[in-house]
């Protein structure tokens, strides 16, 4: 079956610079999407990604899926202490279900 | 916002005793799923359904049971509580057969 792995399990960054997160897959994605979880509090779905080489960006949050479709990176630019939360990373598996990454814990310094 | 809801948010209950944790939604979405979430394990399926009365087991549906009556309503059900069963629970919802999942709250039961 297919897994998810990303990287790093935790993030430490002073505010205002950049970071990036890392999810790899075990099989070709064919649909991968983040998503953003506050601590104590439901996910909030970011972006999805499906063709090679796709790119999207919401504010100053960009995820990138690589050409073969086995990788996806989520890239903040000038990280506030908003951007702080775990990362979570899902990808189709069946037409119904997703699988998910463990998820990257970002911490912001002031 | 989704028009997701869960009820209750939080729970505390015996070992031994039932718990029945309801998603609601107002999109009329036809897909629903119930995840736990536990430090270590990350997001995990219970049960999921593709429309009313149709549903289907998730990697970790042991000791749960679901029902989806109407479109808008699916419960998750403990019979019998345990306390590897301390979780939060997650409902989930999606319009299309590809595509992104929205949310619930989450639901935080402890068993004692």
């Known amino acids: 079956s297919q897994e998810l792995e990303q990287s790093p399990q935790s993030l430490i960054v002073q505010e205002g610079k950049n970071l990036t997160i890392n999810c790899t897959s075990s099989?070709?994605?064919?649909?991968l999407y983040w998503y953003k979880q506050k601590y104590g509090e439901g996910l909030i779905f970011l972006m999805m990604l499906q063709k090679g080489g796709e790119e999207k960006s919401h504010e100053k949050i960009t995820a990138k899926l690589d050409e073969k479709k086995q990788q996806s990176s989520l890239h903040i630019t000038a990280s506030q202490p908003s951007h702080a939360g775990i990362y979570l990373c899902?990808?189709?598996?069946?037409?119904?279900?997703?699988?998910w990454g463990a998820g990257t814990k970002l911490i912001i310094k002031p | 916002d989704a028009g997701i809801t869960q009820s209750p948010r939080h729970k505390v209950t015996e070992t031994g005793t039932p718990v029945t944790l309801r998603c609601h939604q107002t999109e009329n979405h036809r897909y629903m799923y119930w995840y736990r979430q536990d430090p270590g394990h990350g997001l995990r399926l219970i049960h999921y359904s593709y429309g009313v009365k149709d549903t289907d087991k998730g990697e970790v549906s042991d000791g749960y049971s679901v029902s989806r009556s109407k479109t808008e309503d699916f419960l998750l059900t403990l019979e019998s509580a345990t306390s590897s069963q301390t979780s939060v629970y997650f409902c989930a919802i999606k319009r299309d057969r590809i595509g992104e999942q929205y949310f619930g709250p989450g639901t935080r039961l402890t068993v004692t």
């Open positions: 099989k070709t994605l064919y649909g």
């Open positions: 899902g990808a189709d598996e069946s037409n119904y279900q997703l699988i």
